[in-house]
């Protein structure tokens, strides 16, 4: 085995998906850079309201295959869609739109911004305005703002900030600074949430206190979450089902039970033999 659970999350049924169930759509999906094969006809589905996980070697082909999603990269082959409607050739600030969120990697916040505020950027991700009624401060202006604050409020309280609300996001710690970054997500009420290394630099305890938390949104917020994560004991405690790749091709698709039991998977990340 590579990793034993974490946690007593409860996973949905893993049954076959019918169309009408499957929110995010990826197929034979390819990405090459120069003469280098990032990914090689990728496919898998995600389910609506399912957590996948997305497990490989450094340079399987994770991050590409997130950036992909994200319209920073497009691929040569394949189609990606979403409720049946391919997003490729979006632009890679309109994700918003397509009801897509996202954190990264490396925390990407605006850090001379309250903790507030910068869940507030999130939150204004779907709002429409314009600088004349803004600047005149209209009466619809003035209700969308309240809304907003209503929004904030709200995540500052289920993602437990209220306290640093006004804090400098420069000033929190690393931790704290992540989920910072995941209420920016959230606040665009996206149908899909990409988690690119949400554990990275987490303790122990903010890694089991991560998992319980990815669960209560998936269940609470009816999104679906797409996982990419190095950290195997939390991946396999949390998610529905888990796609492992290696040198940009696909080597396993099922239950983390399935996917951990795997000679391929066994032997990418061990080095072992087939069998």
Not at 99 to 119: E, K, M, W, Y
Request: proline content about 4%; aromatic content about 4%; hydrophobic content about 40%.
């Amino acid at each position: 085995m590579i990793a034993s659970n974490t946690s007593g999350a409860v996973r949905s049924a893993g049954t076959s998906p019918t169309p009408g169930d499957v929110l995010l759509s990826v197929r034979d999906i390819s990405v090459s850079f120069g003469g280098i094969k990032a990914l090689t006809t990728v496919s898998f589905d995600l389910r609506k309201g399912h957590i996948l996980g997305l497990i490989g070697p450094n340079g399987a082909g994770k991050t590409t295959l997130f950036n992909c999603l994200s319209c920073l990269y497009r691929p040569w082959q394949g189609d990606i869609s979403m409720n049946g409607k391919s997003i490729l050739g979006q632009s890679p600030h309109r994700i918003c739109d397509l009801g897509i969120g996202r954190t990264f990697q490396n925390v990407a916040l605006f850090p001379q911004l309250s903790v507030a505020d910068n869940i507030r950027v999130g939150a204004h991700a779907r709002t429409r305005g314009d600088l004349i009624s803004d600047a005149l401060r209209l009466p619809w202006t003035l209700r969308r703002e309240r809304q907003l604050d209503g929004q904030v409020g709200e995540l500052l309280e289920f993602l437990e900030l209220e306290e640093v609300a006004d804090v400098l996001v420069s000033e929190l710690p690393f931790g704290t600074q992540k989920r910072v970054e995941l209420g920016r997500a959230l606040a665009a009420k996206p149908s899909l949430l990409l988690l690119d290394e949400p554990a990275g630099g987490l303790t122990h305890g903010e890694v089991n206190a991560l998992g319980e938390l990815i669960v209560q949104i998936r269940n609470e917020r009816n999104m679906a979450i797409l996982l990419v994560e190095h950290h195997m004991g939390l991946v396999m405690s949390i998610a529905d089902r888990v796609v492992a790749l290696d040198f940009g091709r696909k080597l396993a698709e099922g239950t983390p039970g399935e996917v951990q039991s795997d000679p391929l998977v066994i032997k990418a990340y061990l080095g072992g033999e087939d069998g």
